[in-house]
């Protein structure tokens, strides 16, 4: 089965930098799509990121310039490199896939999470 393992996580002082990965099994990873969604309590879960198969990426407005998406296709596993971390980023973060290449169905990762300090 697809199964989605993210790390990474962890407690970042204000202005810090952390990087999250995620690794993949059960799909052909190098023609899924991958994503970085969040979610805080009490809110709904919101794209981060996103990578396409082609290497292609966007951003939420909140995180460009700061968040770098960044994929390794030998490794199965998909990165997002966070800079300047502002308070408003602590949010439980998941890693996602979609497997374009048949049903276009969604997998998730069981979430890690980030907290700035401040």
């Known amino acids: 089965q697809v199964q989605l393992v993210e790390s990474g996580g962890g407690l970042v002082q204000p202005g810090g930098s952390l990087r999250l990965s995620c690794a993949a099994s059960g799909i052909i990873f190098s023609i899924s799509a991958m994503g970085w969604y969040r979610q805080d309590p009490g809110k709904e879960r919101e794209l981060v990121a996103a990578i396409s198969s082609g290497g292609s990426t966007n951003y939420a407005d909140s995180v460009k310039g700061r968040f770098a998406i960044s994929r390794d296709n030998a490794k199965s596993t998909v990165y997002l490199q966070m800079n300047s971390l502002k308070p408003e980023d602590t949010a439980v973060y998941y890693c996602?896939?979609?497997?374009?290449?048949?049903?276009?169905?969604?997998?998730w990762g069981q979430g890690t999470q980030v907290t700035d300090s401040a």
């Open positions: 996602s896939a979609r497997r374009t290449y048949y049903d276009q169905r969604d997998f």
